[in-house]
């Protein structure tokens, strides 16, 4: 169960800061698995010639923004793919997986204007991470605000993931009161978590479901489970979202994630209860490359993210199946 590149802080108006989504990553859930035939499916490109984008939020003012690792800021209206704000944080260094990660929009962001990102940077000879606050006012983003620095960065297999209440990480995300994780394996057993306080998720004495030697450790040390593991290999998990629109009945109660490694998007669905997974289906696998994350919008369209370079990034948009 692989905390290793994990660092969950609380501040003040709970916000939850969580460091996730490693690269390089290949498959073998635990749970039944089939790859769906999508050749009827509603897709439609929204926006292409991005960059590592590497967080969509659906916001309140229905356009989606989106982080990308050269320190972009952008909002984008999802129904003509036009760029309707664009900020750059100079400070940003985006060196291999690093740069501009995780990003959150304050639950009254309409009104207060707040938005929180991670990013690295360099501070003489060391590669930081920091939490900032900015404050969206006239069509950009000022009076910027350090509320965490000096956590350790990396240039490889980096990342973060922002949870503020009532909002919606991708990532993390919390359903009637359950929060989710998905988080890779070093290089088997990716997992999907549920997240409790006082728990010891295993690592690095356990990976993926206690089991052989394991289970001893698992039992004296309070050791939560994951309710999806990758098995024998990774698949390079990422972005995570709840699906529970009738636009996609398919999708309806279920956890989608996208896969870097194996290029896919997977189905995750619940139990009633939301505390296990009773079945996994594949879509779109090879389809775009990469995929990073993705947002849903109120009427259930997906929005999925691509993580190749080059400029060659792209969104889509997914509305039937």
Known sequence: MNM?????????FV???CITCNDNKSQSPVQSQSEINTSDAAVRL??????????????KDNHIWMTE???????????????????????VESRNEGGLLGMALHPDFQHNGLLYVVYNYSKGDKHLEKLMRYTYVNNTLVRPVVLLDGIVGSTNHNGSRLWITNGNPQ?????????????????????????EKGRNYGWPNVEGPCNGDEITFCKSHNVKEPIWSSGNNTLAVCGLDYYNNNRISQW???????????SSIRQLQLSNDGKSIINTKTYFE????????LCISPDGKVYVCTSNGGNSDVIVEISKL
């Open 15 to 17: 916000a939850l800061l």
């Open 286 to 293: 090879n389809k775009w490359g990469r995929l990073r994350d």
């Open 46 to 59: 929204v926006k292409k010639g991005l960059n590592y984008p590497w967080e969509i939020i659906w916001g």
């Open 171 to 195: 990532g993390l995300v919390m359903v009637n009161n359950i929060m989710y994780a998905s988080e890779h394996g070093p290089s088997e057993e990716d997992e999907v978590n549920i997240i």
């Open 69 to 91: 690792r050269d320190g972009k800021i952008s909002s984008i209206d999802p129904a003509t793919g036009n760029t309707i704000f664009s900020f750059t944080i100079n400070e």
């Open 252 to 262: 309806k109660n279920s956890l989608i994630m996208m896969t870097l490694k194996n």
């Open 4 to 12: 290793k590149n994990k660092c969950i802080v609380i501040i003040s």
